[in-house]
């Protein structure tokens, strides 16, 4: 079409990829009932007197789907590890034999399987609303260009089957989420 018109078409693309970036690590964040390190991925551990993500002191590992086990790198910072796990407040009650700390995840009640698609289906409504924010964006940017009705009426239409195939891409995402989620 035109130089224009292709950097907001570009600028749209670029927001609502952002937008799906952004979904993906939301959705990383909602626990499925398996246990993975990055359920501890924000415990800060007091390491000599500064606050340390845990992952920079210990190794962190999962070696089952209700079992993770971290193994801090110095023998002596097993107490400060269980301490920081036990401060960040998430349900997690650490076991410290000596060698390492074992974390056993409780199965997901139904109740809060349900809790967790809801949270899901909000996240991917974010998502949607700057999906539709690009392409509002896009619209009035192409309102304003120095180019022919034509030229604007179909980049609004390119505007439009992307934030369809956007759209499309943040349901099926959340799809395969809750499926996750409610797999027991």
Avoid at 61 to 67: F, K, L, N, Y
Avoid at 87 to 110: S, W, Y
Wanted: proline fraction near 3%.
């Amino acid at each position: 079409m035109n130089e224009e018109i292709d950097f907001i078409l570009d600028a749209a693309k670029e927001a609502m990829n952002n937008a799906i970036a952004h979904l993906e690590k939301e959705l990383r964040t909602i626990r499925a009932g398996k246990a993975s390190p990055a359920m501890l991925a924000n415990v800060q551990v007091d390491y000599y007197g500064a606050a340390t993500p845990l992952g920079q002191i210990a190794n962190v590992s999962t070696p089952d789907a209700r079992t993770i086990t971290i193994q801090p790198w110095e023998k002596n910072m097993l107490q400060e590890v269980e301490k920081a796990i036990m401060n960040a407040n998430l349900g997690f009650n650490p076991m410290n034999n000596g060698d390492v700390i074992i974390i056993n995840v409780p199965a997901l009640t139904e109740e809060r399987r349900k809790e967790l698609a809801k949270q899901c289906k909000a996240e991917a409504e974010h998502a949607k609303v700057g999906v539709r924010n690009a392409r509002k964006d896009a619209n009035n940017d192409i309102k304003k260009a120095d180019v022919s009705d034509d030229v604007k009426k179909i980049s609004e239409e390119s505007v439009q089957k992307l934030t369809d195939t956007f759209s499309k891409i943040i349901d099926e995402k959340v799809v395969v989420k809750e499926k996750e989620i409610m797999t027991v």
